[in-house]
T-cell receptor
Framework: EPEVTQTPSHQVTQMGQEVILRCVPI?????FYWYRQILGQKVEFLVS????????KSEIFDDQFSVERPDGSNFTLKIRSTKLEDSAMYFC????????????FGPGTRLTVL | GEDVEQSLFLSVREGDSSVINCTYT??????LYWYKQEPGAGLQLLTY?????DMKQDQRLTVLLNKKDKHLSLRIADTQTGDSAIYFC??????????FGAGTTVTVRA
């Protein structure tokens, strides 16, 4: 069964460094999302992406964050200058679109900022 | 944003039924979802219900929706140790995002 994949599973970085989190959505899906979950807290929406542009973003998604679909398969989240409070589990999700309402999540990337 | 509330913990004996409750605020929500998160793992979609339905059953899972009270529940029949996980209720705000509750940690004891 097709699934969303994410790499790496765990990323450790120094404060101020740039990180790129990678996702491969399910291949025939058209809508892509990033969420994050700070340890012990709710899963929070960051950004949605459709037709090669951001559809919606939350207030968390400030100008330190960017997303890109550099080719037909990858969907990336870049954090330009990481802060301690960016430490979280980052989940990518995708949805086929149209009448399909299921949003499928990847296994997540745990980002630790030191 | 919209607010989704869940009780935080549930302890249940193996073989009993579990009922996880959720309330939401957006009366225009069209779809409501239940996701399961096992330790260290991602979010697994368990089931979802369309807002014009009162109930949906899928094997051991039963979802009940009370749209008037904006109350959603997930019943797991014959709870097994493999059902120990965090269960998240989520509502679809629009085409683009889900709003999640804080999650209910279900512990199944022998």
């Amino acid at each position: 069964e097709p699934e969303v994949t994410q790499t790496p599973s765990h990323q450790v970085t120094q404060m101020g460094q740039e990180v790129i989190l990678r996702c491969v959505p399910i291949s025939n899906h058209l809508y892509f999302y990033w969420y994050r979950q700070i340890l012990g807290q709710k899963v929070e929406f960051l950004v949605s992406f459709y037709n090669n542009e951001i559809s919606e973003k939350s207030e968390i998604f400030d100008d330190q964050f960017s997303v890109e679909r550099p080719d037909g398969s990858n969907f990336t989240l870049k954090i330009r200058s990481t802060k301690l409070e960016d430490s979280a589990m980052y989940f990518c999700a995708s949805r086929r679109g149209g009448a399909a309402n299921e949003q499928f999540f990847g296994p997540g990337t745990r980002l630790t900022v030191l | 944003g919209e607010d989704v509330e869940q009780s935080l913990f549930l302890s249940v004996r193996e073989g009993d039924s579990s009922v996880i409750n959720c309330t939401y605020t957006d009366s225009s929500s069209t779809y409501l979802y239940w996701y399961k998160q096992e330790p260290g793992a991602g979010l697994q979609l368990l089931t979802y219900i369309f807002s014009n339905m009162d109930m949906k059953q899928d094997q051991r899972l039963t979802v009940l929706l009370n749209k008037k009270d904006k109350h959603l529940s997930l019943r797991i029949a014959d709870t097994q140790t493999g059902d120990s996980a965090i269960y998240f209720c989520a509502e679809k705000e629009n085409d683009y995002k889900l709003s999640f509750g804080a999650g209910t940690t279900v512990t199944v004891r022998a």
